[in-house]
């Protein structure tokens, strides 16, 4: 197959959950057969596949006021660096325009080699931290239980757009958990290979969003990934001097025009793949 040769995109459906996985999977990516199952129900996934082996993804997932996230955009190793990954983020940015859809991604440093030819604009950027286990001993405060409907509206005040179908799919997975503490409030889920803690609100204290984290960590056994956004800055400092270790940066990316505006910036996110 030459570098520049067209492929043939097909869609995928539910049954190609596992499939889907082991993609992501080899990739090191934290994405479990739920998050799989989630956009391939609730989305638009494009594939591409060898003979019965799939060697190629890409997902648009809608959200409401005519916005939509473009992720798992994956290619396995021995198809890399033939437009692969190209052809079906054109796919899927072809979906979006016809249904006039302004389009958003969270892209690693390669991806965003791809992305931004493309038409797409930079807007804020996230660190993901990983932490194996807590250091030190510090008083957090006990966490409360928290409802669905008060993440949902403080995470649509931070995205400009409402996302409570997927909150809701979220914390209604086994082990899911929707905590808080004074102003602060976190989802907590499963991944493949860490629990995942975010999206996160805490109303612009950095204390209580830390406070929180931590009375997370120390509830549970991790090992655990948060997607931090960088310019919260005393919040990502403090992550990193007390054990949390960069993972990796992303670049969160627009195609269209703006739809909506934030008024809260939340301390970390959904996670790259939902925004």
């Not at 570098?3 to 082991?22: F, K, M, S, Y």
């Not at 959200?63 to 054109?90: E, K």
């Not at 799919?169 to 989802?187: H, K, M, N």
């Not at 990193?240 to 809260?264: C, D, K, L, N, Y």
């Amino acid at each position: 197959m030459a570098a520049t040769e067209p492929v043939d995109i097909v869609a995928l459906g539910v049954g190609d959950a596992q499939a889907g996985l082991l993609l992501s999977t080899e990739t090191g990516w934290n994405q479990n057969e739920a998050d799989w199952k989630f956009f391939l129900s609730q989305g638009v996934v494009f594939g591409v596949r060898d003979g019965a082996r799939l060697v190629a993804t890409a997902a648009l997932l809608p959200y409401s006021a005519g916005n939509a996230w473009i992720s798992m955009v994956l290619v396995t190793a021995d198809f890399r660096r033939r437009g692969i990954a190209t052809q079906l983020v054109d796919a899927c940015l072809g979906v979006a325009a016809k249904q006039g859809l302004t389009t958003w991604l969270d892209a690693t440093p390669a991806g965003a080699t791809v992305y931004g030819p493309l038409g797409f604009e930079s807007t804020l950027q996230l660190r993901r931290l990983r932490l194996t286990q807590p250091q030190g001993v510090g008083v957090t405060g006990s966490l409360s239980d928290s409802s669905l409907g008060v993440l949902a509206a403080r995470d649509a005040e931070a995205m400009g757009f409402d996302r409570s179908a997927l909150l809701s799919e979220f914390a209604a997975r086994p082990g899911s958990r929707i905590v808080a503490q004074g102003q602060a409030i976190a989802l907590v889920r499963d991944g493949r290979t860490a629990r995942h803690v975010g999206p996160l609100l805490a109303g612009g204290s950095d204390q209580t969003a830390l406070a929180l984290v931590e009375a997370i960590v120390r509830s549970e056994t991790g090992p655990w990934l948060i997607d931090a956004v960088h310019s919260q800055e005393a919040f990502f400092g403090s992550l990193v001097a007390s054990g949390w270790t960069i993972e990796r940066p992303f670049q969160r990316m627009r195609f269209g025009p703006a739809t909506a505006s934030s008024a809260q910036l939340p301390f970390a996110v959904a996670g790259p793949e939902f925004g």
